[in-house]
């Protein structure tokens, strides 16, 4: 198995910052793209960001320009530096890798359990 645990969310003020981190760990075969994922209260959980191992990216159209996704194929780590915070970033966001452990027969996604960011206005 692969398990991703999240961190650095929390409560700031619209235009500021917070940077979250993922570490993947596990029985890891390999880790493909690393993805956040973000869930708004009463709303579908959508792609906030993407990271390919070889270090393609996209990004939701609501966040161009204001996030920037990275990720460290040697410590399986994958951060999203959100800047210039809105009161609509407020949200869950998950962190997903597709992944292989020893365990498993093929690729597979894996989920992290989320970390609260929240923005005041």
């Known amino acids: 198995q692969v398990q991703l645990v999240e961190s650095g969310g929390g409560l700031v003020q619209a235009g500021g910052s917070l940077r979250l981190s993922c570490a993947a760990s596990?029985?890891?075969?390999?880790?493909?793209?690393m993805r956040w994922y973000r869930q708004a209260p009463g709303k579908e959980r959508e792609l906030v960001a993407g990271?390919?191992?070889?270090?393609?990216?996209n990004y939701a159209e609501s966040v161009k320009g204001r996030f920037t996704i990275s990720r460290d194929n040697a410590k399986n780590t994958v951060a999203l530096q959100m800047n210039s915070l809105k009161p609509e970033d407020t949200g869950v966001y998950y962190c997903?890798?597709?992944?292989?452990?020893?365990?498993?027969?093929?690729?597979?996604?894996?989920w992290g359990q989320g970390t609260q960011v929240a923005i005041s206005s």
């Open positions: 596990g029985s890891i075969v390999r880790i493909n793209t």
């Open positions: 997903n890798a597709r992944a292989r452990a020893r365990s498993d027969w093929y690729d597979r996604d894996y």
């Open positions: 990271i390919t191992s070889g270090g393609s990216t």
